[in-house]
């Protein structure tokens, strides 16, 4: 447990320490002492936060070895080495020497953008996996209305299978990642649209692959600037997928292309 006393006695140090640079002669040494003084405080404060999260080992604020070189308080190799042995997964943020003595609003702004490195990628993360909870669902949907895989089965089965499907659809829908996209009332109602034009492929591959195939091919046209092949592009799908946003853009056309692989793998069918 962290000993609030200690915690108190570092803090009063650090105040004393603090007042005591008046004595020194040039602001420069000034500047740097209050720098290295300023450095184990965020330190230390930073320890206490680490330990109050992680709850797994317990150090004592007055028992992390400090030392005391030349009227300079430093990190000793030993705190280091406790840092290192805590287990909480915190982002580190990295701090050039050279940032310590730019102005605070500089060092806060460069902080601020290697957060901003780590928001994206946790973004991209979270995309990735909403993407790969699509596709499993578009899967499972397609399997319970394939007549191909289905028909040959008799009744006792085909139901076990069903079962089977409906019951991983409602594990995987358990899981729920969201990238939040900012869309206006026009951009929502256009992915809505599209979301439906969508579904309707889906429904259609049961009783229709060949025209569901084509079908789908073209929405994708309709989601490039050039046309694939010798297909066309759906100008009701195309007019719907211009009202959303970019993001919504690129993951409707992932989406798509999935699900003409997953066609082209089931039925196999003349091009026209």
């Not at 990735?128 to 669902?137: A, F, H, S, T, V």
């Not at 040959?152 to 990642?177: H, Q």
Request: hydrophobic fraction near 35%.
């Amino acid at each position: 447990m962290l000993c609030q006393t200690a915690l108190d006695l570092q803090c009063i140090f650090f105040k004393v320490a603090l007042t005591q640079l008046s004595v020194l002669t040039t602001s420069d040494d000034q500047n740097y002492h209050v720098m290295r003084i300023t450095r184990l405080q965020d330190r230390l404060l930073w320890i206490q936060w680490v330990r109050a999260l992680t709850h797994k080992q317990e150090y004592e604020l007055g028992e992390l070895p400090l030392d005391f070189n030349d009227n300079q308080v430093v990190i000793s190799p030993d705190t280091v080495s406790i840092i290192d042995k805590m287990d909480s997964p915190l982002p580190h943020i990295m701090e050039s020497s050279d940032m310590a003595y730019s102005k605070p609003k500089d060092r806060l702004v460069s902080i601020l953008d290697q957060i901003e490195l780590k928001v994206e990628q946790l973004r991209r993360d979270a995309s990735r996996l909403e993407e790969e909870k699509d596709n499993m669902l578009s899967t499972l949907d397609t399997l319970k209305n394939s007549d191909e895989y289905l028909d040959p089965l008799e009744d006792p089965d085909r139901e076990d299978i069903l079962r089977y499907a409906e019951r991983l659809s409602m594990r995987c829908l358990t899981v729920e990642v969201m990238v939040k996209v900012q869309r206006d009332d026009v951009q929502q109602d256009a992915l809505h649209q599209v979301n439906g034009l969508i579904d309707s492929l889906v429904i259609a591959l049961k009783n229709d692959p060949g025209s569901t195939r084509h079908r789908c091919a073209a929405f994708i046209n309709a989601c490039s600037s050039q046309v694939e092949g010798q297909g066309h592009s759906d100008k009701t799908f195309e007019t719907a997928i211009l009202g959303c946003t970019l993001d919504d853009q690129k993951r409707i056309k992932k989406r798509l292309q999935g699900l003409l692989d997953y066609i082209d793998k089931v039925h196999t069918f003349e091009l026209q």
